[in-house]
């Protein structure tokens, strides 16, 4: 190739270079028209020009006429189909002073047809042919061509020369179809069309309305979708538009158009503005349908929820019908291309440098070794690479017989890139290129939308896993399952909770709560609440109060949500429990016999609507075996079901149900939940304690003999238990313990002495809250500060809860295996 500027290659910028790489590795299998189409294609690809056109002498010899464009349409800027050799226009000037001519806005404002230009916002430059005729390109870069434009722009006016047909008869080569303009209102739908555009749908002008309705009319059903999504104001965006659809002419005889257009943004009163080109193009078509696969790919995207319902799509909708042997699809993230899909997805079928970089299931693709697909992604257009192109070897071996690279682009970015390869030598027909490059617009806006879908999504997942339970803990005597179903209408996390919290004495508190509404502030309270109450619960408060103080900490906030709740205090080792309702469903169990019971007792109001409320207490009997079952109103009510018929189905799943499997029953129980609500759900099933614990208690009075009454209650509890090889150790902690809550506190203080298995735990309670701090240093002359000291040296452990009103201080013993005592045999 001809060095036109004169440079040496070391000294030419890398989008020349690339250029001219391009334009050497051009086919010429194609006809004449499609071979200077793909070169004026190039312009676009690395001249930064948005419009690419050549003319040509006539056949008379005294006008250029237009042979072939690329880009948007040229009636935007007032490129006509052929110019007059007598007259003055750019393009006539270049071609008859055989100098390229380089026109800047302020430039073509004093051009004498500047009146004439519908916009003179972007820069001209035309450029001579060798043999006649000359180059037109448009930019509406605000800097106009730049140095390395104009050499790349050079270059394509030399590939242009040679691929110009040669003049027959005194004539260019065939022309390109030629296209008739419009204009559309976008505010009214009216519509301006010239004699030709209204021949095209075969519409007399004496007949035309002038409504855009009147010529959809005509459009083949299955492509109205599409073309009505470029014609309505909702759905467009300042930009270009091209495609093709089908219309059913009067007469019945169908026929392919295609239409390229622009939207021109409104101003100073005037509406916004379609305007641009429909032509004839049954010709350019052949027997593929390609508009109804983009109409498949729209309706498949408009689906897809999720990035990788976004690739599968799109890989469905290519390989196929482009007989491609493989396809990546990838986000563009950072620097990185993070691969979605790949197509096939075998390792063995992809590029070893890909198979060096595989990392997890998919792949991130090395970008920083293949600077051709990275220089594809920065200027935002399909680029084509046919069999036998140089390029490097994480792309060559990705498509040996022909590579095409569809950057994705989206709002304004490119969202990823799609990347198809072909083993055997492929030829890429304008069919094929149209479907690409519709597909990839489809797709970079699908993608977009997916990865804010996946993205949200993970939000609130991770947000409501924050806020439930991570897992719920093993139970003496009882096992609990738990499920949580967020709503399928919506992003929006949901106020449903539920909470199992352990309490001393082998207690157990069965929470389950449903705050208003259905947002971030929602779950923000569901989560205060579900730490209040696990919070007042551990601190040993009975059902109602726990409840009374969690309702007055939510009326004391600033909100005006209230939420509801059911608590269930479960006595593991009796067997008894008593419950609370604050406005929330009530609980429902299955007995062992299979039979069911809604249990509905008095309740008190929702939490926060009233600060001083009753909540009164009720009690449920429970045997081993039976099933206590907490769930939120998404389980029972519905538009279409009373929650009184919602409770009773409830009811009803339970008694056909095997309490063996709760996990089996609670995913049953949900099958066919309401998914418009979110649905919490608790199954707890009492079993009973195998071993029950032996229990004493003691209250011991201010007297100045208290520590010794203590000591001699515990000495008659032990020897009550078999107790007798550890019995001084426990005499020396129940007299450290009393005798520092006699000290340091006020009030009552009670000893508690409990047997289970091998361990015997001592605890004594009292009325202040602050925690006995062990000193850290003691000098020999000290007379106190040791108690804590000693009572860690002889039990296994220590250490304090809250309880109500102060504080419980507890140690655990272990006991000799060779002791009589009653502890292993304590009756169930």
């Known amino acids: 190739m001809t060095d036109v500027v004169g440079e040496d290659a070391a000294e030419r910028g890398e989008r020349t270079l690339r250029a001219e790489l391009a334009l050497k590795t051009l086919g010429s299998d194609p006809g004449p028209r499609e071979r200077l189409r793909r ?15 050549v003319y040509a002498p006539g056949q008379d010899g005294d006008e250029l006429c237009l042979l072939a464009s690329a880009g948007v349409p040229r009636t935007l800027y007032g490129l006509r189909d052929s110019y007059p050799l007598g007259g003055s226009a750019p393009v006539v000037d270049a071609h008859r002073a055989g100098r390229p001519v380089w026109l800047t806005p302020e430039k073509l404002s004093r051009c004498p047809d500047a009146r004439r230009l519908p916009s003179q916002q ?42 110009t047909p040669a003049p027959s008869d005194g004539g260019a080569g065939p022309r390109e179809p030629a296209a008739s303009a419009f204009s559309l209102a976008m505010d009214s739908g009216r519509v301006e069309v010239d004699a030709e555009t209204l021949a095209l749908f075969g519409i007399r002008p004496a007949d035309f309305d002038g409504r855009v309705e009147t010529l959809l009319a005509l459009t083949v059903p299955e492509d109205l ?8 104001p909702d759905h467009l965006s300042i930009g270009d538009r091209e495609l093709d659809f089908r219309i059913r002419r009067p007469s019945g005889e169908p026929r392919w158009l295609r239409l390229r257009g622009r939207l ?36 498949a995207l408009s689906t897809a929820g999720t990035v990788r319902d976004v690739s599968h799509a799109v890989v469905a909708a290519l390989r196929k019908p482009l007989q491609a042997d493989r396809i990546a699809l990838a986000e563009l993230e950072g620097e990185r291309l993070v691969v979605t899909v790949l197509d096939p997805p075998e390792p063995d079928a992809w590029p070893e440098l890909w198979r060096a970089e595989w990392r997890s299931e998919w792949p991130d693709a090395p970008v920083r070794t293949m600077p051709t697909l990275a220089a594809a992604l920065r200027e935002g257009r399909a680029a084509i690479w046919p069999s036998g192109t140089t390029l490097e070897p994480a792309l060559a071996d990705v498509g040996p017989g022909g590579l095409a690279v569809l950057p994705l682009p989206a709002g304004g970015r490119m969202a990823g890139a799609c990347l198809i390869g072909w083993d055997d030598p492929h030829h890429f027909g304008p069919d094929e290129r149209a479907l690409l490059t519709a597909a990839a617009g489809l797709a970079g806006q699908a993608l977009t939308r997916a990865h804010a879908l996946d993205a949200e999504h993970e939000l609130v997942g ?20 738990a499920r949580y179903l967020p709503t399928t209408s919506g992003l929006e996390v949901g106020g449903d909770w539920y909470d199992v919290i352990p309490l001393p004495d082998n207690h157990v508190a069965l929470v ?33 109060v726990v ?7 939510l009326a004391d906030m600033e909100t005006d949500l209230f939420a509801t709740c059911c608590y269930v205090d479960i006595d593991m080792e009796e067997g008894s429990a008593w419950y609370v309702r604050a406005g929330h469903l009530p609980p429902v169990l299955r007995h062992s016999d299979g039979s069911t019971e809604v249990v509905d007792a008095e309740g008190g109001p929702p939490l926060g609507v009233v600060r001083q409320a009753d909540f009164p207490m009720s009690p449920l009997g429970l045997r081993p075996g039976t099933v206590v079952a907490l769930t939120t109103d998404g389980l029972v009510e519905s538009a279409d079901l009373d929650i009184e018929d919602g409770l009773d189905r409830l009811a009803a799943g339970l008694a056909g149900s095997d309490p063996a499997h709760l996990g089996l029953t609670a995913d049953a129980l949900l099958a066919d939940a309401n998914r418009s609500d979110d649905v919490a759900l608790l199954l707890t099933r009492y079993d009973g304690m195998a071993l029950r614990p032996l229990r004493e208690s003691w209250t011991v009075w201010r007297v100045p003999e208290a520590v010794r009454h203590a000591r001699r209650f515990t000495r008659r509890v032990l020897r009550a238990w078999d107790v007798e090889e550890e019995a001084d150790a426990a005499l020396l902690v129940v007299s450290e313990m009393v005798t520092n809550a006699l000290v340091h506190t006020d009030g009552r203080v009670r000893l508690d002495l409990t047997l289970v298995g091998r361990r015997l735990r001592i605890a004594v309670a009292d009325n202040s ?22 009572v860690e040296a002889m039990s296994a452990v220590w250490g304090t809860v809250p309880v109500s009103g102060g504080k419980q201080v507890w140690c655990e013993l272990p006991l000799s295996d060779t002791g009589g005592h009653r502890a292993a045999d304590a009756a169930p």
Not at 40 to 46: D, G, I, S, V
């Open 547 to 553: 409840v009374s103080l969690a309702n007055r900490l």
């Open 39 to 53: 070169v004026l294609e190039q312009a676009l690809a690395f001249g930064g020009a948005t419009l690419a056109a």
């Open 122 to 163: 972007f820069s001209l430059a035309v450029l001579p042919l060798r043999d006649g005729g000359c180059l037109a390109a448009v930019t509406e870069d605000p800097g106009g061509f730049g140095p390395e434009d104009r050499q790349c722009l050079t270059l394509v006016a030399d590939a242009a020369a040679r691929a």
């Open 512 to 544: 389950i709560g449903d705050v208003q509404g259905h947002n971030a502030g929602a779950a923000t309270l569901m989560g205060q609440m579900r730490t209040a109450l696990r919070a007042y619960a551990v601190e040993g408060h009975p059902p109602d």
């Open 225 to 232: 979708p599409t073309l009505m999504s470029v014609v309505e």
């Open 462 to 481: 991770m947000l409501q896993r924050t806020l439930l339970p991570r897992r719920l803990p093993r139970l003496p005597g009882a096992v609990a399952v």
């Open 769 to 790: 809250p602050r925690t006995p701090i062990k000193p850290t240093s003691i000098g020999w002359e000290a007379t106190g500060g040791r108690g804590i000291l000693l």
């Open 264 to 299: 021109l943004p409104g101003g100073d009163g005037h509406p916004a503005r379609l305007v641009g080109t429909v032509s004839d193009a049954s010709e350019l078509r052949s027997g593929v349908n390609d508009v109804a696969r983009v109409q498949r790919l729209a309706a």
